[in-house]
């Protein structure tokens, strides 16, 4: 997608003319940058004279009317701030026929015309039922620390996500080796195992759990059982809240069942996760993104998610970035294993 041709430059000056009135909300679980990616939005919209509506809650705003105008000062400071100003929600009403009717009435009694979406899987799922139904163009931008979207190499959130769990295992790693513990650390990653693999390696585990490897526990198992292994200072072991074991506390109870003499710790990390001021890399992909997506609805695009692939911005269609899934590289999986040998 280019902008900057001349047929390109024509058809968004001629969408300037026609489109006037946008809006953008966050939707799914919050993830650091989505403070960003709105600025972007905003100010690329205003930059070429679109009046930009934000969507409070995401589609639950949309059902209970819930729009404030944004112009510059009302993204001013927030490119630093963790979760979103927008704020977000489940919304079951919106799952109904009938809830995203009423959703598409009060976005079009509010004049808006298109939207940008940023969030996951789910919320390109409500994005692209709402242009089907009521030919509401949307263009989708990839939220979620977990990293597992179809369609990009990153998503907002993700570096930040993992910089906060390898800085909290850098100090579990003191106290670990003060009492010559093992500890398990669990990270965010039910279906994909991107935070667990990539904390797991910058932090020096010796065992990495993820949804995509199975058979870890018996690797871990004969890890320990190798001359000289339990009497090692310490241990940290990473492990994914959706790995096939059932995450952190499973494990622990089967190496305490096979290993009486070792101390076993372990630590939820959980939803410290997904707070925290972005990094500069989330900053800096999020206000792409959320530029990009923009300059997407004025050359006519819709139903269509935003990506970053070798550099690159690329669209992908909604159904594919929904139908497809994004799973670790198995070559990390191998050199993981022989690292911690």
Do not use: W
């Amino acid at each position: 997608m280019k902008a900057d041709d001349c047929s390109s430059a024509f058809f968004v000056l001629l969408c300037e003319r026609i489109m006037k009135r946008i809006g953008v909300f966050t939707s799914g679980g919050d993830a650091p940058g989505m403070n960003a990616c709105v600025r972007a939005v905003v100010r690329t919209a205003l930059y070429h004279k679109l009046e930009v509506v934000g969507i409070k809650r995401g589609y639950q705003g949309m059902i209970d009317n819930e729009f404030i105008e944004l112009n510059s000062r009302s993204v001013a400071n927030i490119i630093q701030m963790g979760g979103t100003v927008l704020k977000t929600a489940r919304c079951e009403a919106f799952r109904t026929v009938e809830g995203r009717a009423r959703a598409a009435a009060n976005l079009k009694s509010q004049g808006i015309e298109a939207l940008v979406c940023i969030g996951g899987n789910g919320s390109y799922t409500g994005a692209l039922k709402l242009y089907q139904e009521h030919k509401i163009p949307t263009i989708g931008l990839p939220g979620t620390i977990d990293n597992d979207l179809f369609g990009t190499d990153f998503t907002i959130g993700y570096d930040t996500a993992i910089n906060t769990a390898v800085d909290a295992i850098d100090k579990i790693r003191d106290t670990a080796d003060s009492h010559n513990r093992v500890f398990l650390v669990e990270v965010m990653g039910r279906d994909a195992g991107f935070i667990g693999m990539a904390v797991g390696i910058s932090g020096g585990a010796e065992g990495i759990f993820i949804p995509e490897d199975r058979g870890e526990m018996s690797r871990i198992i004969e890890h320990f059982k190798r001359t000289g292994r339990r009497s090692k200072a310490f241990s940290i072991i990473v492990v994914s809240e959706g790995d096939e074991e059932g995450g952190a506390k499973a494990v622990e109870k089967k190496l305490k069942e096979e290993f009486t003499d070792i101390n076993v710790r372990t630590t939820i990390l959980g939803h410290i996760q997904r707070g925290g001021s972005p990094t500069a890399k989330d900053r800096v992909l999020a206000s792409q993104l959320g530029y990009n997506a923009v300059l997407a609805l004025l050359e006519g695009y819709t139903s269509k998610a935003v990506g970053i692939q070798g550099g690159n911005v690329v669209l992908t269609d909604f159904e594919e970035a929904i139908g497809k899934s994004k799973k670790v590289n198995p070559d990390l999986i191998r050199m993981a294993e022989i690292l911690s040998y």
